[in-house]
Nanobody
Framework: QVQLVESGGGLVQAGDSLRLSCAAS????????SGWFRQAPGKAREFVAG????????YYADSVKGRFTISRDNAKNTVYLQMNSLNLEDTAVYYC????????????????WGQGTQVTVSS
C-alpha cells in the first residue's frame, strides 16, 4: 500500500503562484510513477501532470503547459506541483496519484490516490 497526503492548497489571486506537495508513505515510492489530477465543481476529474518514477519524464495537460511544473524528490518521498500564473479556471480540488506505470497514471487508472487539497483562485 502507498498512502498519499496532499498539502499546499489555499486561496490565491489570479496571477499568483502556489506549490502543492504530495507526501507518500508505505511502499518504496521511488518505484512508482506519480501525477496530479484536479476536479472542479460540476466537472469530471482531469489529468494535470505526470512524472515517471525517476523524474526523467514529465507530461502535462495542454491547459497547464508552460505554467505548471511537476517534480519529485524520491529521498523525501514527495512529489511537487509548482503552479504559476494561476487563473480562475485552475480552481479545483487537486489530487495526487501513484501507479507502477506512468501511462496508467495519465489515464487516471492509478492504484493510489490522496484525499485532495483545495485550490481557489480569485479575481
Amino acid at each position: 500500500q502507498v498512502q498519499l497526503v496532499e498539502s499546499g492548497g489555499g486561496l490565491v489571486q489570479a496571477g499568483d503562484s502556489l506549490r502543492l506537495s504530495c507526501a507518500a508513505s508505505g511502499r518504496t515510492f521511488s518505484n512508482y510513477a506519480s501525477g496530479w489530477f484536479r476536479q472542479a465543481p460540476g466537472k469530471a476529474r482531469e489529468f494535470v501532470a505526470g512524472i515517471s518514477w525517476s523524474g526523467g519524464d514529465t507530461y502535462y495537460a495542454d491547459s497547464v503547459k508552460g505554467r505548471f511544473t511537476i517534480s519529485r524528490d524520491n529521498a523525501k518521498n514527495t512529489v511537487y506541483l509548482q503552479m504559476n500564473s494561476l487563473n480562475l479556471e485552475d480552481t479545483a480540488v487537486y489530487y495526487c496519484a501513484a501507479h507502477a506505470g506512468i501511462q496508467a497514471v495519465i489515464a487516471g487508472r492509478s492504484n493510489y490516490w490522496g484525499q485532495g487539497t483545495q485550490v481557489t483562485v480569485s479575481s
